[in-house]
């Protein structure tokens, strides 16, 4: 189960509501800041957009919450594998070490 990485990345990325229900409202994903030239940022804002899309299922109780979880913590496999290029202070500067830092929080 990847609940804890699903937490970590919506406890710190602002902005976001799951919807109520699984026909009128979509809720509302967060938004995730990206560097230009960062390729780190992509994989963690992905994986962002993959945790609310678990949660969002997750409270729908809707069978595909584990899938997007599980595709979470694929982005943020791929984000771990960059971090020698993301540290603070590098060139470019990635927007989303707040987010998930290098080294991996989790």
Known sequence: SH????????ARAPGWRTPADGRTDGGRPPTVPIARGCLRDGYVASAVQHAWAAESYYRLRHPSAARMAAAAHDDLDRANRLCPRAAPGDSPRCETLGIWGCPAPL
């Open 3 to 10: 609940d804890r990485e699903v937490r970590h990345l919506l």
